[in-house]
């Protein structure tokens, strides 16, 4: 009998036929179909009738016989690749806080204290990460002073006499602090000096935001290790970098401050002090008020 003159119904059952016997045999998709049936004419009936939906679930036989391919499924990494980005808010954002509010961890034992500090030490010596700096710098200024404080003074940036002696504070403005921690009844061995920035700026120019930047890591890393009771902020470029705010030192001096735990005092640089002669008065205050939470009596 011609494929013409073929009664719909045999055209029909064969489709039905071919494809429950490649569901049997475990076919769930077919990539070409057979000449023979692909050439078969459509049975001429209503779509809509009950005839047409019973044999092919609502559909015709060339739907039936070609159904749409299911998307590949992808790798557990690429799925995951796919998907929108959730941005996630830091740590401390999440909670509301600042960096300057997350808790120090708990002090490490005094030798891996000594050992991590060489470690950073030269880890700064290395540092390229500000070009000009590193360009014209002498030598880097990491600190000096006991590695078990309860004080540690938070200076700006080495001056010339720091970038050719490599020590913190060894200038004029040095002899003040020299003397001003003596007055407080300790010794410059007693205490930790350091600065925000580890390199000398060019002229003595007030260090960069980015300079900052890329020195923070550097000196909070520092205050990490050596876990003071207290700081003290020499001047506005290190209380403001600190505490990450834009007040003066004239607002922020005569209170205690937080960073990550330690009380923070913020007092007049040095260097301000040897041309505002005025100005040391409130310094001393501020000394006498810092020597009082650590419960050393200073003369009235």
């Not at 692909?38 to 009950?50: G, N, Y």
């Not at 120090?104 to 991590?116: E, K």
């Not at 600190?143 to 003074?153: A, D, E, K, N």
């Not at 700026?201 to 205050?223: A, D, I, T």
Request: aromatic content about 4%; overall charge neutral; proline content about 9%.
């Amino acid at each position: 009998m011609s494929d013409q003159n073929r009664p719909p119904e045999v055209t029909q059952r064969t489709v039905i036929q071919y494809l429950e016997s490649l569901e049997r045999a475990g076919i769930q998709q077919i990539g070409k179909i057979p000449e023979a049936v692909a050439l078969a004419p459509a049975p001429q009936t209503d779509a809509r009738s009950p005839q047409a939906e019973n044999a092919s679930g609502g559909q015709t036989p060339a739907e039936v016989a070609s159904p749409a391919p299911p998307k590949p499924s992808l790798p557990p990494k690429q799925q995951a690749a796919q998907q929108p980005a959730v941005k996630r808010p830091a740590t401390n954002q999440r909670a509301g806080l600042s960096a300057n509010s997350t808790p120090l961890p708990a002090a490490i034992p005094l030798d891996q204290r000594q050992t991590q500090l060489d470690v950073l030490r030269d880890e700064v010596s290395n540092c390229t990460s500000c070009e000009e700096l590193c360009s014209t710098r002498t030598q880097t200024v990491f600190g000096v002073g006991t590695i078990q404080p309860r004080l540690c003074f938070l200076g700006e940036a080495p001056g010339a006499d720091e970038d050719r002696h490599g020590e913190p504070f060894v200038g004029a403005a040095g002899q003040l602090l020299n003397k001003i921690i003596n007055a407080c009844k300790m010794k410059r061995e007693d205490v930790y000096i350091l600065n925000t920035l580890k390199c000398r700026p060019p002229g003595n120019r007030n260090p960069l935001p980015e300079e900052v930047s890329n020195c923070r890591g550097y000196f909070e890393r520092q205050l990490e290790l050596l876990n003071p009771e207290f700081i003290c902020c020499l001047g506005s470029i290190a209380a403001q970098n600190l505490l990450e705010t834009k007040e003066s030192v004239g607002r922020l001096r005569g209170k205690f401050h937080d960073y990550r735990g330690i009380k923070v005092m913020v007092t007049y640089h040095p260097a301000y002090l040897l041309r505002t002669d005025s100005a040391k008065r409130y310094t001393w205050d501020d000394m006498k008020m810092l020597m009082a939470a650590m419960a050393i009596d200073l003369p009235s």
